[in-house]
């Protein structure tokens, strides 16, 4: 298995990665480092993605808004974890306004229009949100506020990798303000929940979740939950997270209530988000040598027809692949005809094989007198002949099998490669490994044994994934907690 | 007519419009000078035109995509019309890191982390999707190149109002590129057709639309297109702009194709926009003095049934009730129950009223009793009686008859209060009077003229909307060209 200019995984896993985001057209760099532009296809797949997990957002009651892109230095510096964590990686905007330079050829910086107060391109929202929460929350009456954002994000960042990290990426954060400290637990939880489910059903993904550790999580939260998938590299990718904030911003930017009974309190609050960075993984989880495999159900194209002809029998086969592509349609969105005049049914072939179009149909003359056509199915590159009687049922059926397989084979690569291991020179052997992957095992929960894992072999704590009782895999002293291991992307 | 806490139109047209953003929940200010916060319930409303917009962009053969969010300062240099009209306003990035201030306490900008090139927040995207159309496009393959952007976008502004002006604003840009001079122009049209109809379809709005004078047109085009609405206290709102930019940023950034005879030039654009200030145009056309009215296609509630009852008949009175939203949601989608009990059936009245919901549906004891519910329409505010047997079909042509009227109404007004004029005292007259208006007159196209007109009436010319000939309103030159004049917002 291999395609014209695509490197294959095993000879190189991240030329790869950039190959097929280059040949399936889903993104390039731009002029602006570190920025992407994310191309017509990549940004159907968003949109598709963005359209399904909005359905789930709005189904936990969370209703959407949106708010400044700017974020004044002082709000940004009103709680002190948070800044700590996000204060290195700023774009500041400190001026507002251009002119012409002296000589009239070109145009500069207007240093007389310097802010008084500089501003930061927001690299997430919880200030500038909870700044407006405190006039928004006065009563238990306006409790729980849960309000989600789709926005752009700026972090900067000095190593790129398309999808998976860049200086501006796309994203959704959820905020949402409870009157008790359960109620927001709850929906930290709910929303961890939401991204697994969101993952296996829609992107196919089966993904490991939980608490994550000290150091791991969020700056200025009191505890962090990650959802954690692994690549077919054996490398750990942060997917989503979820954040439990305590009363640490409400305290900051006082969003306080007046339950029923009349007594104030500070209220309990989560924020939790996804980003562009799901494309990367769905990328990296499904795709083959060949190119790109998309789930259906994000699937920009889910059908494509491509009509086979000679001089002879051109408008007879474009006519049944016409029909076709009628008869699909009654009962399967997105389904294109590849008409295209000037290309060959082979290059086709190989385009939409690149693309990732979960099902190829072939229809040539000698099938069409047989009443057949040919189904490439590209989850598995499997071919068959299928009659045109029965094809929009099949198709139907097979775009789900498709769904369903993808996922069959996420699970089992979980499964095959989550490790439980108590011994430490078999953790670091497997982590070291080429095929890497998960390893489950006790941890005191010490940073000192996290930060010496992770000079031994790389791997970082993902999230915890169990209790019980045990010894830390590092130090050996005992342990209530089972952990996840990953090197993470 | 007049509702709490909202200023009447009368009294003052400007303080209502802030008043009706403010009780129905749209937007309010935020801590950033000059950005809004939207709010739920004001996102929600642009959302829906998103979705219905979005649909007949794609229509046209366009696809989304997403470019950055950061312009270099040396490319916006490029196109020298163009930089002269965005320089004034724009969000410089200079600083790509913050530090701890070296007492520990605070936090401020690193200045050794000094950006070698200025990055500018994009006030327009030409200038950065252009530097990448000139890699997309070599051939006549390539196009026509159909590309639109959903974004936010920053441009330094002064004075702010809600919807209408604000620093940053949400909006969708299409940009396309095309082979010959004949076609771009054919899409320049297009899009400003597309915007007319929508805005009558879907907004409820009637509007003038045509090309805008040499003064009016935007920085870098060739021609500009303008769509203008006629607000309720005579003004005039630039809706939309379609801008022809023939070969001027092709060339400077080199956006060339080879024909199918091997001849090499360089290619024709357009761009073109609408922006939440669409919100401001909707707001500001179909409201009253009671609050927030809107066309049912946009309104995120089209229904509210609020039950009237007694603590004797409050189980039967909700039973009927859930029993209508149950059937009315079978045929017609985005019902509410307001089933609140701490807050009193007045109380809910005044609230959808000030929300704009088109159809209110009041459920009492006495009428249960009779099989009829009261339905108030909000556009005239009329009540009548109902039969609950009926009440479905009933209420999907009141919807219907609701989204006519306010067309209908807009219509009238443009009618109305568009004036054709030859005699420059009558001119001056309707434009300094208080219900202002458009003026159609012949203009000859002089700077002079236009600016002489400015100067006695705040008038400017919106945009060309006949031809034939006539004696320019100002100097009394002959003329080809009919203009339509307005004050603007």
Redesign the interface.
């Known amino acids: 298995m291999s395609n014209k200019g695509i490197t294959s995984r095993s000879e190189n896993y991240s030329a790869w990665y950039l190959d097929i985001i280059d040949r399936a057209q889903l993104a390039?760099n731009?002029?602006?480092k570190g920025?992407?532009?994310?191309?017509?296809y990549g940004?159907?797949i968003?949109?598709n993605i963005q359209r399904e997990l909005n359905i789930r957002i709005k189904k936990m009651g969370v209703?959407?808004?949106?708010?400044?892109?700017?974020?004044?230095?002082s709000?940004?510096?009103k709680e002190a974890s948070h800044?700590k964590g996000f204060?290195?990686?700023?774009?500041?905007?400190?001026?507002?306004?251009?002119?012409?330079t002296d000589d009239g050829k070109?145009?500069?910086?207007d240093q007389s229009a310097k802010l008084e107060e500089?501003?930061?391109?927001r690299p997430t929202s919880e200030t500038?949100m909870y700044?407006?929460f405190s006039r928004w929350v006065t009563s238990w009456?306006d409790l729980p506020l849960k309000?989600n954002q789709w926005?752009?994000i700026?972090r900067?960042e000095k190593r790129t990798r398309p999808f998976l990290r860049t200086t501006?990426f796309?994203w959704q954060e959820g905020h949402t303000v409870h009157m008790s400290q359960e109620e927001s637990e709850k929906q930290v939880k709910e929303a961890l929940d939401m991204y697994m489910t969101f993952a296996r059903e829609v992107l196919a993904l089966e993904t490991s979740g939980g608490k994550k550790s000290e150091s791991e999580k969020f700056a200025g939260a009191v505890d962090t939950y990650g959802v954690e998938a692994l690549m077919q590299d054996g490398k750990a990718l942060q997917f989503g997270t979820s954040h439990d904030l305590g009363q640490n911003f409400a305290k900051v930017f006082g969003i306080k209530y007046t339950d029923s009974q009349g007594k104030v309190d500070y209220a309990w609050q989560t924020s939790w988000g996804v980003s562009t960075r799901m494309m990367g993984a769905v990328i990296m989880s499904h795709s083959d040598d060949l190119g790109l495999v998309l789930p259906p159900i994000i699937a920009p194209i889910k059908v494509v027809v491509i009509p086979i002809y000679s001089q002879e029998n051109r408008d007879e086969v474009m006519k049944i692949a016409k029909d076709i592509v009628a008869q699909i349609e009654a009962k399967v969105s997105d389904v294109k005809l590849d008409d295209r005049e000037?290309i060959s049914a082979g290059f086709k072939f190989n385009e939409w094989e690149k693309k990732g179009v979960p099902i190829r149909i072939e229809i040539g003359g000698r099938d069409i007198q047989k009443g057949t056509v040919t189904v490439v199915r590209r989850d598995s590159n499997e071919k068959s002949e299928s009659s045109i009687d029965s094809l929009t049922t099949e198709i139907s059926m097979l775009l789900s099998d498709i769904q369903q397989n993808l996922l069959k084979r996420s699970k089992e690569r979980l499964e095959k490669n989550t490790h439980t291991v108590d011994n430490y020179e078999e953790f670091k052997n497997i982590l070291k490994s080429k095929d890497k992957g998960f390893v489950k095992s006790y941890w005191c929960g010490n940073k000192e044994c996290e930060d010496g894992i992770k000079y031994d072999s790389k791997a970082t704590t993902r999230c915890r994934v169990g209790s019980g009782s045990g010894k830390c895999i590092y130090c050996g002293k005992e342990s209530d907690s089972q952990w996840l291991f990953g090197v993470a992307y």
Do not use: Q
Not at 106 to 109: M, P, R, S, T
């Open positions: 390039e731009s002029s602006v920025c992407m532009v994310i191309k017509p940004y159907a968003w949109e209703e959407n808004a949106y708010f400044p892109l700017f974020i004044p230095l709000f940004f510096a800044v204060a290195k990686e700023c774009a500041v905007v400190t001026h507002y306004r251009l002119k012409e070109g145009i500069e910086v500089e501003l930061i391109v500038i700044d407006t009456r309000i926005a752009n700026v900067w501006e796309l000037y």
